[in-house]
């Protein structure tokens, strides 16, 4: 394992054993769950910069140039029934986020006509509740989602929590969904410290009954909320497993209100330093950054694709505000990245380690279900 001794030059082992694992992932090798860890315990400033290095050497050997841009819709926000701690829209937190019932088809079209004026791949329908069952509610999602469908504007995306039936899962493929949007949010050890009102299982059972619809899975965590790197790197292998085909990356932004309102943020190398671990784990797979880049990094965000992210969360977040998509493409195109991902790019993805039977909740600052 990689040494963990902090130093700001760069150490002839350590850019040894980056070089081999660097290039075994480069050659269609993988990294053991050890070797992770060694990563995701770097210390210092140069060793992080020369495992970027390497991370973004693996993005561009898999994902090429092409960014994959994706936004959402609050479709129902706040009021949520659940006790997610980072959660802005939770009922157990005192917060200042809007609340409103399931939204009408007008929102959510002009939100897909705004997103396919900046060349953004998908639009995502979130909702802030614990999830879906057959009824009344399901018939207006689906409704939504074929409106969406069938603008021809974006890909039809949704987040819209646990599902407890491979029925839902059909109808909403029946529907047009192409991509479902649902995180693990963390390692399996420390979800329950951070929901009690539902388990880790149920997201893994959700991303089970979706994937035998045929539906792509987009599903992430959140970091920062006081976890350990070893849960990082548990969370990343877990995403391997159950076979997400994007990786939504979230940085917690402590939400007055919430338990973490005075939580101290992540230091920005530790960011990028989990960035380029996930590249190295998932070297396929579209590493998305998503909520808190803008506050938790500043002038760092563009090196996010250093670090070896492929993909990008646009527009407004749930509860809390982004930068304009406008400084996000001038962004990419400083950087000679192209943002004209489109959604056969997923075939060129691993299958899933194993099969396996988690809502985008949280997502982003943090994003709800
Ligand atoms: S993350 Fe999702 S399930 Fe959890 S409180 Fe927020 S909206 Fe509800």
């Known amino acids: 394992m990689l040494s963990t001794m902090s130093r700001q030059t760069i150490d002839a082992n350590v850019r040894a054993q980056l070089a081999e694992l660097g290039e075994r992932v480069l050659g269609g090798g993988s990294i053991t769950r050890d070797e992770a860890l060694g990563l995701f315990n770097l210390e210092s400033t140069a060793d992080i910069f020369d495992l970027m290095a390497w991370a973004n050497r693996i993005r561009e050997k898999f994902k090429g140039n092409k960014i994959h841009l994706c936004s959402i819709v609050n479709a129902k926000a706040g009021a949520c029934s659940e006790n997610c701690s980072f959660c802005a829209q939770s009922s157990f937190h005192q917060t200042g986020s809007p609340r409103y019932g ?3 088809p007008e929102p959510v079209l002009e939100a897909a006509t705004e997103a396919k004026k900046h060349g953004v791949t998908a639009v995502g329908l979130v909702a802030a509740w614990k999830g879906l ?3 009344p509610m399901l018939d207006e999602v689906c409704d939504r989602i074929r409106e969406l469908a069938s603008s021809g504007k974006t890909r039809p995306d949704a987040s ?3 599902i407890k039936s491979q029925k839902v899962a059909e109808r909403l493929k029946e529907a047009g969904l192409e991509c479902y949007g649902h995180n693990l949010e963390t390692s399996r050890r420390f979800f ?3 929901c009690s009102t539902h388990s880790y299982e149920d997201r893994i059972e959700t ?5 035998k619809a045929g539906i792509k899975i987009c599903s992430g965590g959140i970091i920062g909320m006081g976890e350990t790197r070893e849960d990082r790197c548990d969370l990343a292998f877990s995403l391997k497993e159950v076979g997400a085909n994007v990786v939504p990356i979230n940085i917690l932004n402590p939400i007055p209100g919430t338990p973490f309102e005075k939580t101290p943020p992540l ?3 530790e960011i990028l330093k989990t960035i380029a671990c996930f590249r190295f784990i998932l070297p396929k797979k579209e590493i998305m950054i998503a909520g808190g880049r803008t506050v938790n990094l500043r002038d760092m965000q563009s090196m996010v694709f250093t670090a070896g992210a492929s993909a990008l969360m646009v527009g407004n977040y749930l509860t809390t505000l982004n930068q304009p998509v406008e400084k996000d493409l001038q962004m990419l195109k400083d950087l000679g990245l192209d943002p004209s991902w489109d959604n056969h790019d997923f075939a060129d993805q691993d299958e899933p380690t194993q099969s396996s039977n988690g809502c985008r909740c949280g997502d982003a600052e943090p994003v709800a279900t």
């Open 102 to 104: 399931f939204v009408d």
């Open 133 to 135: 069952n057959e009824g």
């Open 160 to 162: 819209l929590g646990i």
């Open 192 to 194: 329950p410290s951070q």
């Open 207 to 211: 991303i089970g009954y979706l994937k």
């Open 267 to 269: 230091p920005p190398m």
